[in-house]
């Protein structure tokens, strides 16, 4: 199996850190793991120090501050890159995302896709629990999305995905610019645009039991206008390398 590095930002997640990463190490016993803490007050990092000392090849980097999911990913992909991983896997630490789906994302890297998304908006997926509200808001974000974008994607907005390494080479990583969930977004957004081959594998969004959502307005309101600019500005634009 090549290098595969499984990132996990995290803000206050002390209620869930321990059993994310027990789950995530029997999911993918050989994967690396790194925690990108945002200085959680409630001890996130520490607790995912010591629970990493016990089952090794966990790494907690400490950030100053809270900046944003973007910018967390960003740091954490140009750390993977240099240390030469091969596949790079972003994933919630709230147990929203179910680990043991991991083999199913790397399968369809094998298989020869370019960016593969954990999606709950193709057959096969759900969203358990989900009040009516919050279902209509997610899949007009994402309708919204596709119809501006035009990937093909049905859950942009996906979190939970493996990127070979050369994925983010080619679409350069380091210059997108969303600093909240947009990122999603705009990767996939760029992988599509760069011609390469997105798969969607089906899964359960579990939302989280323990903590609180770290989506607002203001996130979904970048969101938003980061799509329309992007929809706008190349609707008629030939699509380039990245």
């Given at each position: 199996?090549?290098?595969?590095?499984i990132?996990?930002?995290?803000?206050?997640?002390?209620?869930?850190?321990e059993?994310?990463?027990?789950?995530a190490?029997?999911?993918?016993?050989?994967?690396?793991?790194?925690?990108?803490?945002?200085?959680?007050?409630?001890?996130?990092?520490?607790?995912?120090d010591?629970?990493?000392?016990?089952?090794?090849?966990?790494e907690?980097?400490r950030r100053?501050?809270?900046a944003?999911?973007?910018?967390?990913?960003?740091?954490?992909?140009?750390?993977?890159?240099?240390?030469?991983?091969?596949?790079?896997?972003?994933?919630?630490?709230?147990?929203s995302?179910?680990?043991?789906?991991?083999p199913?994302?790397?399968?369809?890297?094998?298989?020869?896709?370019?960016?593969?998304?954990?999606?709950?908006?193709?057959?096969g997926?759900?969203?358990?629990?989900?009040?009516?509200h919050?279902?209509?808001?997610?899949?007009?974000?994402n309708?919204?999305?596709?119809?501006?974008?035009?990937?093909?994607?049905?859950?942009?907005?996906?979190?939970?995905?493996?990127?070979?390494?050369?994925?983010?080479?080619?679409i350069?990583y380091?210059?997108?610019?969303?600093?909240?969930?947009?990122?999603?977004?705009?990767t996939?957004?760029r992988?599509?645009?760069?011609?390469?081959?997105?798969?969607?594998v089906?899964?359960?969004?579990?939302?989280?039991?323990?903590?609180?959502?770290?989506?607002s307005?203001a996130?979904?309101?970048?969101?938003?206008?980061?799509?329309s600019?992007?929809?706008?500005?190349?609707r008629?634009?030939?699509?380039a390398?990245?």
């Amino acid at each position: 199996m090549p290098g595969v590095l499984i990132i996990t930002p995290t803000f206050q997640e002390a209620l869930n850190i321990e059993e994310f990463l027990r789950r995530a190490r029997a999911a993918m016993p050989d994967a690396d793991i790194l925690v990108v803490d945002d200085n959680s007050p409630d001890g996130t990092a520490d607790l995912a120090d010591r629970i990493g000392a016990e089952l090794g090849r966990v790494e907690v980097l400490r950030r100053p501050a809270k900046a944003g999911l973007g910018n967390a990913y960003r740091a954490a992909f140009t750390i993977g890159l240099a240390r030469g991983y091969d596949v790079l896997v972003q994933i919630d630490a709230d147990l929203s995302h179910d680990p043991t789906v991991l083999p199913e994302l790397m399968a369809a890297l094998d298989a020869g896709a370019d960016l593969a998304i954990g999606s709950r908006y193709v057959p096969g997926g759900s969203i358990p629990h989900w009040p009516w509200h919050r279902r209509a808001l997610s899949k007009y974000g994402n309708g919204y999305t596709g119809f501006m974008l035009r990937t093909g994607v049905r859950d942009a907005t996906a979190g939970y995905r493996a990127y070979p390494a050369a994925t983010l080479r080619r679409i350069d990583y380091a210059t997108t610019r969303s600093k909240g969930y947009g990122f999603q977004i705009e990767t996939a957004y760029r992988v599509a645009r760069a011609g390469g081959r997105i798969v969607e594998v089906p899964i359960a969004f579990t939302d989280r039991v323990r903590g609180a959502s770290k989506m607002s307005l203001a996130v979904m309101t970048e969101e938003m206008a980061l799509v329309s600019w992007w929809g706008v500005r190349d609707r008629f634009r030939r699509p380039a390398g990245v």
